[in-house]
């Protein structure tokens, strides 16, 4: 297994409709890992294939870490999509791995029915609610090019990207 490269804004990889994956390869299910390690050492709660220059419909999500434990509960989806969301709605201060040390309190539906394909290539439906509900919802975003700043005021969302392309500048100077 290997650590990937955790891209960030304003690269345009992150801005992408993603393609749908056609086949579980040997190949895939050991990018599967490599997300999963990745995301646990960023750390993170989940991670999309674009956010690692990968621009396919897979995501990877373990939002039942605790911070004191090494309990872990993966969750691995191929070619995901919401089949129903709830009316009720729920916030949570979102943060992402693209966009590091920026945090915003989003507001999305509370309950999702996410359709999907496990590592296995089974076809697999799940109620999400909670924190799960709110990060697949986050994952699934990105597979769309949408970002969490996307429902943020437009102000607000024009001073993050400023910011990181400042700060991108900067770097590659």
Known sequence: MALKEIITIPDPVLRENCSPIEDIT?????LMQDMLETMYDAPGVGL?????????RLIVMDA????????KEPIIMINPKILSSSDDRSVYEEGCLSIPEYFAEIERPAIVKVGYLDEEGKEQERDCEGLLGTVVQHEI?????????????KLRRDRVIKKFAKAKKVITI
């Open 26 to 30: 040997p190949e895939l299910k050991t």
């Open 48 to 56: 999309a294939a674009p956010q690692i220059n990968i621009p396919i």
């Open 64 to 71: 039942a870490q605790k911070e004191d434990s090494d309990e």
């Open 141 to 153: 975003d990105h597979l769309d090019g949408v970002l969490f700043i996307d429902y943020i005021s």
